[in-house]
């Protein structure tokens, strides 16, 4: 039996931009410093996998000041969202095609 792997996202293959995209779909908004420490990954690691997500319009990025510390939060954007919602719909399919 062949099955297909079309829906997966290659941008998903990463596990930490696979985690990036899962917190980022329950919540609304998140700041770099929450998202390093989530992870518990270095700044270098995490600001390269956002990289790789806002580079396929996946992620938006909102800068702001709180005092005079930079904050920079991230968010999915609709194009991510479908890309998300799709690449779990696919792994759904692939988890039930093995039943």
């Known amino acids: 039996m062949k099955i297909s ?17 899962s917190v980022l779909a329950v919540n609304d908004m998140l700041d770099f410093n929450s998202l390093k420490d989530f992870f518990d990954i ?18 938006n ?3 702001s000041f709180i005092g005079k510390k930079p904050n920079t939060r991230y968010y999915m954007s609709k194009k991510g ?8 719909k696919a792994l759904e399919q692939l988890l039930k095609s093995q039943k």
Do not use: P, Q
Request: hydrophobic share 40%; proline share 0%.
């Open 5 to 21: 792997i079309d829906g997966l996202h290659k941008a998903f293959e990463n596990r930490i931009r696979l985690g990036i995209m």
């Open 61 to 63: 990025v909102k800068k």
């Open 42 to 59: 270095t700044d270098g690691k995490l600001a390269s996998n956002i990289k790789a997500l806002e580079k396929e319009g996946f992620i």
């Open 81 to 88: 969202k479908k890309a998300f919602d799709d690449h779990l």
